[in-house]
């Protein structure tokens, strides 16, 4: 895959820490220009800069709250002037405000779907007249297997994942026409910062629910996501990548 995508750019949303960060990488290693969102955190993000330019591709870094529709079609505009051209698009932003749904308050449940599933279609409406001019383009979209199979105590997260597993489909059928595809992934027990903050009693209870018995890891997801934006005969598809954990 070295330099497979020489030409090629990429946005990545929540791209500066975490599994968005190891996927900018890896299309950075791979020979595309990445561009990648953030909210919050500035350092994380040139951090981020940094080690993607050492890899002799472009980076910019683009402040903007993915579930702001004005917010995410202004930085949709900056980006495609500053690079004149944006190949591949992955939804990956999201957050997490878990609870069981007896105690969830409307506030949590609202801003997980909004950033989570409303931002990914915020981002595809901005990018898609650009994708359909070029006749062609990938999108990515960051889905769960709670999305799937559902989570006690993430019933505004596992809607969101479901509802975008839904969009998935739903904007493969309407853009393969013009040469772009859409499909989506649906990772389990991934090691990130969120997963490492856990006890090991609630690590192992994970671990043993997996029939390779290990989680993965950011770059086990980052390989998918790679590959799926070069698969142009694949569209409308949910990927697992969960170590067998929801067969």
């Known amino acids: 895959m070295i330099h497979a995508l020489k030409g090629k750019t990429v946005l990545i949303t929540g791209g500066s820490r975490g599994i968005g960060k190891a996927i900018a990488v890896a299309f950075a290693k791979a020979g595309a220009d990445v561009a990648v969102n953030y909210v919050s955190n500035e350092k994380e993000a040139k951090d981020t800069k940094n080690i993607i330019e050492k890899e002799k591709v472009r980076c910019e870094i683009y402040r903007f ?5 004005a917010a995410g079609k202004e930085a949709a505009e900056r980006i495609i002037k500053d690079f004149s051209r944006v190949d591949i698009l992955v939804n990956n ?11 969830m308050s409307e506030t949590d449940f ?20 650009h994708f359909i001019r070029n006749k062609s383009g990938a999108i990515i979209n960051v889905a769960s297997v709670v999305g799937l199979m559902g ?5 505004n997260y596992s809607a969101a994942k479901a509802g975008l597993i839904g969009l ?8 393969s026409s013009r040469g772009i595809t859409c499909n989506a992934i649906a990772p389990g027990f991934i090691e990130t910062d969120m997963t490492a ?4 009693d609630t690590k192992d209870k994970y671990i043993n629910m997996i029939p390779l018995r290990r989680a993965g890891s950011a770059d086990d997801v980052a ?4 590959f799926l934006a070069s698969a142009s005969y694949i569209t409308g598809e949910v990927v697992k990548i969960d170590g067998g954990l929801y067969i």
Do not use: C, W, Y
């Open 65 to 69: 709250d993915v579930s702001d529709f």
């Open 93 to 103: 932003a999201g957050i997490t405000r878990d609870g069981l749904i007896i105690s």
């Open 110 to 129: 609202d801003s997980v779907i909004d950033t989570n599933l409303k931002g990914a279609f915020n981002m595809i409406k901005h990018f898609s007249p």
């Open 151 to 155: 989570g006690a105590g993430q019933a």
């Open 168 to 175: 998935t489909k739903s904007v493969a059928k309407e853009l």
């Open 197 to 200: 903050a856990l006890n090991s």
């Open 223 to 226: 390989s998918l996501v790679l």
